[in-house]
């Protein structure tokens, strides 16, 4: 008897359609909560922008308070400290720029939403984010959880990514970041339990933080950390460069190497409609 080999139509290949299904569900969510909440998504943006910051103040301790013990080791701790900061903005449903460049992407993809709408919604989430990281840092001001060890190593940090950097280097390591977080992502909205969903969002962290990645949004929290607790020593042009290129670098690592990748491995542009 002989057995048949089943034919195979083109959905076949679709193997994460159910992903694409729940990123344009949140896709209308988020663009529905941006139109008629904008005071909520607003104070999602400036929760995530507070998360990140909040994160980067407990790495920059670990990296101070565990000084001494090899650099990788302390490395590898900090990225991980620093990982809860997605996982908590994730699971939350907190508005984070980066993330939502693969998510807007697979909507512009996929014609259900406009151009104009992504990028104001990218607007938006970036200020918010931001107002986080200046929220943050400002409390910090009034303590002394900022040692001055820590204030050193910020400013070691910002001065290895603005002056010492180029904006080729920083718009590939901005390609890199985005895309080992949103693959982590992606990863985790396969994943029913919370556990699991934790362990792929943080894992993608940690492999940009680690690797000294450039994050538009972590970044712009370090230089809200600067003008508290170091202003003179930032470099206005520079800083400026690290923004526009890692903003570049992390769309283009998430929004197209991950978002519009998946989104044309798994449908049709006509596949969906509004």
Known sequence: MENKIPVKTVEDTFTNIDNIHDILNQVATKETSADRSLGRFML????AGVLLAIMTVFMLAIKTQFDGVNHGVINLMGAAAFSIA??????????????????FT????????????????????????????FILFGLMKGTNVMTPEMVGALTKSVASKTVESTWLAI???????????????????QCKEALAKAFFIALGVVIFVFMAFEHVVYNAGLFAGMMYYNIDALSWLDVLKNLVFAFIGNYIGGGIFVGLVFAYLNGRRNDYTR
């Open 171 to 189: 718009m590939i390591k901005g390609i890199f970041a985005n895309f080992f977080i949103n693959m982590g992502i992606f990863l985790a909205i």
């Open 106 to 133: 697979v909507g512009l993809y996929y014609r259900t939403i406009s151009l104009s709408k992504a990028a104001k919604i990218f607007l938006l989430c970036f200020i918010g984010n931001i107002i986080g990281g």
């Open 86 to 103: 997605l996982v908590m903005i994730v699971l939350t449903k907190a508005e984070l720029l980066t993330s939502n460049f693969m998510f």
């Open 44 to 47: 999602k943006s400036i929760m």
